[in-house]
């Protein structure tokens, strides 16, 4: 391994996708910090970046179990970056998970969700 690497993982910890992706990166032997939505919230300016990495729209998890228990009436409201963020920040269930920061990696990358083949092209100069 090369010098310190710091991964950040966000999400829930009781969603399978970010069981399936924290038990990946310990087999690879990589250390990651778990930064909890349910117990310490959204970090707003982390919220702005992830946008700007990845976009609003593949960040907003449309198709998940939160979207669909909301109202109408408040998934009209995500219709640009600011009213997403807004939405976002107030229910981040809605946030398609694990969002990774590969800070430190080659790379330096933001990825939404877990897909084993894509991370082991990133965690490699990890």
């Not at 959204?42 to 976009?55: C, D, H, I």
């Amino acid at each position: 391994m090369n010098s310190p690497t710091t991964i950040i993982l966000y999400g829930i910890p009781n969603c399978d996708t970010v069981k399936k992706a924290r038990a990946w990166l310990q087999d690879q032997g990589l250390a990651c910090q778990f930064h909890d939505f349910k117990k310490q919230g959204v970090p707003a300016e982390r919220l702005a970046g992830w946008m700007a990495a990845v976009g609003w729209e593949k960040l907003l998890n449309r198709q998940g179990t939160t979207w669909r228990r909301l109202d109408a009436a408040v998934q009209a409201r995500a219709q640009d970056a600011e009213s997403a963020a807004a939405l976002m920040r107030e229910h981040p269930s809605v946030i398609k998970r694990p969002v990774v920061e590969w800070s430190g990696t080659p790379t330096g990358r933001v990825t939404v969700g877990f897909k084993a083949d894509a991370w082991r092209e990133l965690a490699a100069g990890a």
